[in-house]
């Protein structure tokens, strides 16, 4: 019997966990609002009031939150915090793509108090965690692999293994990098391809067999398809992962496409906000060429 | 049985004329270098001397040329012209990727001399040929589909049907320019992987599961892992879709990353000429590094 704890239940949070609830797992969960517990709750889900109370109690204990800066306070807080209430041996397993330096101090940290810091990225979104195929990158050592890997790998079907957690960051970084400018590449040549009067149908046959093929233009013609049901990652969080590739690299000098993702997505996010998606880049396009017609 | 007449010879056309080869049809080819003709001459395929004895000996010619002007000059040239030696009925199945205005009057010249003529821009590259994987978007009139998908199907196993012949060589030119912007998008997270110290194998592992998956991805990393086999799309191939692409839309004008793509395509091609193979670019980093950091 695991006895699994769930910090962070956005809806990426509440995804996996519901992948995670099951017969031999008891499932002990918070979040900073509770509310968003409730259908967890109904499903068999222990509600803890505190961070210090779920780390008292369980031997695993994932994190799903939304920033570096909110995870280490998480850790650390002098009263709260994880690192101070969770018993020796436990294990912390963070979803978040973080910078490889927070990662590598979070892992310094827990190390430190005796537990077991594991860097999980993962990829594929809300759908990929509703479908268990996710998949993650994960820095552990070798001695856990196996107790992790039964926990992971309910909610994820691909996992590359490693030991170093900036290394694990860093592959994220790039990896969401290359999202980034897949879905630019993708929502341009959709709306080319539509100005044209080529049909939705004609273009996802094309543009998913064809070589211009790619996860986010998926992505992309799901968007479009379902009348533009959001993508579930907001332009905050997109340009808070550019930022991260742009601490990797002297991007501007370096790397031209990727410097025009960075900037496109920042003007994006300037026009329409933080909450909104991604995918407002293709109504972005269309504004963009209203305003410069006029 | 089936008499088949194939004209333009490259890799791509060889890797075609390979997956046709067989018991029941009489393969009759053409190339402008009889040398590249060899191999498939020594497997039982039959040299014709010119495009116009290859014309009035086959039911089904299927041209594999390096450009629309090519295409054109084969088709109507007053001596040796196909249109004017093939006889009514036959097929002509054009795999090239050409302006949609050079494929609609192609198509209505054929037809003309009631001859049928059926775009079908491929994509897949030579391997995808090789393992008779390649995707094919074909326009051609219902009538002729059935004898049409059994000849296509012997090396592509998915076909996008349409009737407009233009619309088919815009599918196939903004499929292309998704392909640009992955492949340099790819490179450049690549680079910045590897400049981390990041091995290939880790790169793959992640870059082939996490959502910045493409099909460009894929070549990019087998360039990388092969070392630096090419890819088989020359430059002067890749600039001159580019070029096709540029005459769809106002790209400068509307379309910020394909815009960015361009003109580093350009600047490769610049750099390196037209016979260097499209995965130049990850050299092309590298060297253009080494320049700004002097």
Redesign the interface.
Known sequence: MYNIGFIGLGRMGQAICLRLLSHDIILRVYNRTPEKATKLLDKGAVWCNSPAELGAACDIIMLCLSGEQVTEALLTDSENGLLRHCHPGCMIIDTGTISPESATYNAHLTETQGQEYISCPV???VEGANNGTL?A?VAAQPAVRTIIESVISRFAD?I?W?TSHA?AQ???I??????S??L???F??????L??G?TLD??H???T?????????D?ALRFLNSNLKPSDVSLAVRCKDLCL?GS??DIS??????D??IE?FSRVREKYGDEQDQCEYFNF?NE??KL?DN
Do not use: F, Q
Not at 174 to 179: H, R, S, T, V
Not at 210 to 216: E, I, L, T, V
Not at 253 to 258: G, L, M, N, Q, T
């Open positions: 990829s594929g979104g998949a990158i691909r590359t490693l290394d860093k592959l994220k790039i990896n969401n990098l290359a999202e400018i897949n630019l590449g993708a341009e040549v959709l709306n080319i391809g100005t044209h080529i004609e273009l046959s094309v543009l067999t064809c070589r211009g093929r790619s996860a986010y233009m992505v590739a990797l690299a000098r370096h790397y031209p496409i990727s025009a993702a496109l396009i963009e060429k410069n």
